[in-house]
């Protein structure tokens, strides 16, 4: 029986092929990687994470750890490759980045039913069933197949990554560790401001030089990946309620909170590397090494990588494609990913999830019962085959995405705690109503 085939082998890619082979079907899973790189990039395994090492929060006061929860639940092979990796970080899921990309690199490549080819695809193939989930970093060339397929020109904003710094070059004189309320432990590695030193800092910011995109580009950022220097340019006090906010971190030294605060997140297993948290940069090379030396406790860092900026590609999903991720005018190919307009590692690695039963279900001449719409799968699912085409925009889960409490719950706390109460209930339900076709065992 033919193969189906998955273009893209990052988070989304990984977890629908996994989901697919553990059904008993073939998989041929393409990466270009090494041989084509994308400007963020900077091995061949697969899975590599490149914007941040967090997947973000833990606690079900938060969609993404719900989200996660449920992945979890379901046997995702994303989720549990990053349980397997977790370093601390407070209230958040955070991996060592290799040790996560080469034990999710070996999974695949040992599983019998996934072939792994390592070659650029440019011509979509219409004689099987196809996923595409070749990722926000989509090459040119089959991003101008997809425009032809989808009808419509692709759609692109840029994306900004933050620098990852050497923890011995810290001055750890000037740092102190905490995490924000105290809640997790002292995970985060905090460097103070005072007020004159926080205007400082948001002057060179602000005047610093820029990375010029090219004429034919359009810049348009995404809001939660937002450029530190972009923010810094909406207002002076913008950081300091902001990625700079230093609410619940008081400085041990002082009893008090600083004005403002850059908080540093462990990036691998032995806490050699820390990440800037919230500090996406356009800036040159040569300008945020000389601007973010002027960071208390950071005056002689080392940086193990800078901040770049990328484009990121996706389709204007609510125009294309259905409740089952397949394209409306060609059914056997199916979108997974941040390509479909989802945002988030989370988010990409459940829309993967998603488009491997679709796709499998698909392949056995089986239909495909989606997750209710209130939980998170459900919700994710929902949001780019329904959201508005006109003003259509990368979206993270969010508890806004979720059909009203039968009964209004006004604390938030509370009424976040119901709905994931009652979205980890219909997920059980729905884990059975799909047994055994639909979900397959770890």
Known sequence: MTPITIIGAGLAGCEAAWQIAQQGIQVELFEMRPQRMTPAHQSDRLGELVCSNSLRGTSMHNAVGLLKEELRRCNSLIIATADAHAVPAGGALAVDREGFAEQLTKRIEEHPLITLCRQEITEIPDDRLVIIASGPLTSDALAKKIATLTGQEHL???????????ADSIDMEQVYAASRYDRGGADYLNCP???EQYLTFVDALCKGDKVVPHDFEKVVHFEGCMPVEVLAERGEMTLAFGPM???????????HDPFAVIQLRQDDKHANLYNMVGFQTKLTYPEQERV???IPGLEKVAFARLGSMHRNTFINSPTCLTET???????????AGQI???EGYVESAASGFLAGLSAAAYHQKNSFQPPPLTTALG?????PVTASPENFQPMNITYGLFPELEKRIRKRRERRQALADRALAD???????TSPAGLPES
């Open 193 to 195: 401001f005072d007020k």
């Open 245 to 255: 906010k230093p609410v619940g971190l008081h400085d041990p030294r002082t009893g």
């Open 325 to 335: 991720l397949q394209l409306k005018e060609s059914p056997n190919i199916f979108f």
């Open 156 to 166: 692109y904003f840029y994306d900004a990554i933050a620098p990852i710094i050497e």
């Open 340 to 342: 479909t307009g989802v």
């Open 427 to 433: 997920l059980e339900q729905w884990r059975v109503d």
């Open 292 to 294: 973010f030396r002027t």
């Open 379 to 383: 919700a994710l699912l929902n949001y």
